[in-house]
């Protein structure tokens, strides 16, 4: 069960985070939301990594252009690591 609590919560604050930079000009300070999304993904185990990457994959590359403009680049690498990280998982499912 622990596992499903895990993979909603960052897919919830994942999704959120796409939403939130979609559309917008200028954004608050993201460096707590990011953090704690890549601390959540760096704690799950590699089971759930791989089957959530199929669809966490998506949402990080939208999240990484819709945040072109605003990520600075510490944020933008830590989005990055997790999109390399996914891939890979995904590679391993397949």
Known sequence: MRGYQEVFLLAAKAGALEGYLFGREEVE???NWIDNISQMY???SPEV???LALVLIPV??????YGKGVLVPELKVKLEQMLVESSVDLKRTG
């Open 49 to 51: 990594k791989r089957e």
């Open 60 to 65: 990080l590359k939208r999240t990484l252009e």
């Open 29 to 31: 300070p993201l460096t």
């Open 42 to 44: 760096c704690d799950l």
